[in-house]
């Protein structure tokens, strides 16, 4: 993760807000326990990020659907989230919601057009106690998380769709719209078909692509290329390596038939008709 390299050892000097949902915090919490705390260290869980201050807190951020989180300083920039201009544009803007300026004067922006993203700061040892935490699934990529563990998490909605429940953070967490289509694909799976009917084996195989692109995606700078920029000032660029997402119109890369899109489980899904039959 680009911030892991950025954050930690600075210290925050102050924090705007334009809109209290978003940064939904107590001044005298902000005061005692944010001001003046250094960043310790940065973790991830499903779609939350975690910072992990000095002062035994912690910044709890949910980007949502169109949350943004922008790094800039004379030294370095990183911006990931919703694609959008604002993680490339002059800041703040008009979708900034908080801003953190640390006291080299370097900043970290949390923008949001929609305003569904959060920043709540609270002690360390009440994140996991969250409502949110409670409920989410393994992460994907967690070492311990077997394929065992994959189908029978899986099975427990098996009258389901496959995308839906890939889908569902609750059964698994971190898998996003991207990652589920492209481990569908990577399994010869149809997303509509219904985990029931699916063998072990194939959920096996499932298990390992979806951990292959996993990996892949991070191993290229993210799945966002549109107007990503790693701490680096490099964009992502795993999607030149996608198989099938925002491919459609195009030959399959393993069989030649035109690519698909199509939309299952309330989102836009690509296929290959020809590799994922239902």
Known sequence: ??????????????VEYDWAKSFPNSQTDVEQFLVGASVSDLRRR???????LSSGYSLV????MTGQLVFRSPAANFGAG?????????????????????????????????????????????VENLDFFKKVGPEPL?????????IVR????????IKAVLLDQTVVAGIGNIYADESLWAAKIHPETKVQAISNPKLTKLHEELRRIMHLS????????RNYVNHEGKRGSYLTFASVFRREGQ????????????????????????CQQP
């Open 251 to 274: 030959p399959c890369p393993r069989c030649g038939t035109t690519i698909v899109k199509t939309r299952v489980a309330g989102r836009g899904t690509h296929i290959c008709p020809h």
């Open 82 to 126: 919703h694609p959008s201009d604002s993680l490339v544009g002059q800041l703040p803007d008009k979708s900034t919601r908080v801003t953190f300026t640390f006291e080299d004067d370097s900043k970290l922006f949390f923008n949001d057009q929609r305003k569904f993203g959060w920043v709540r700061l609270m002690p360390t040892v009440e």
């Open 46 to 52: 499903a779609k939350v990020l975690i910072i992990d």
């Open 154 to 161: 899986l099975q427990r909605r098996k009258s389901s769709g």
């Open 1 to 14: 993760m680009g911030l892991s390299a950025l954050l930690p050892g600075r210290h925050v000097a102050k």
């Open 218 to 225: 991070i191993e290229k700078g993210g799945s966002t290329d």
């Open 142 to 150: 967690a070492a311990d998380f077997t394929g065992a563990d994959f």
């Open 61 to 64: 951020i949910h980007l949502k």
